[in-house]
């Protein structure tokens, strides 16, 4: 199955690792600290530059995501 991120960027469901909140995990330092070096490494793929609501991090890449993760996770099912 795959999952619809917005503008044309789908993955695959089994590719997921985990569908985090942007405002409740970038909390804690060393999820900001995982994000900068994948930024900085270039695995990191926004989906638009509207405000990010969650990111969404799979085996290869991280997409940042406007959608909420509840969005997200309907989509899934």
Known sequence: MYLYLGENT????????GIF???TSTV????R????????????????YDLPKSFIVC???IYV???????LLKRCK
Do not use: G, Q, R, W
């Not at 804690?28 to 999820?31: I, R, Y």
């Not at 900068?36 to 270039?42: D, H, I, P, V, W």
């Not at 995501?65 to 969005?71: D, E, F, G, R, V």
């Open 10 to 17: 789908v993955v695959n469901t089994k590719d997921i690792i």
């Open 21 to 23: 909140d942007m405002d």
């Open 28 to 31: 804690n330092k060393a999820t």
């Open 33 to 48: 600290d995982y994000l900068s070096l994948a930024e900085k490494n270039k695995k990191i793929i926004y989906v638009n």
């Open 59 to 61: 085996s290869e890449k």
């Open 65 to 71: 995501c406007p959608l909420n993760t509840a969005t």
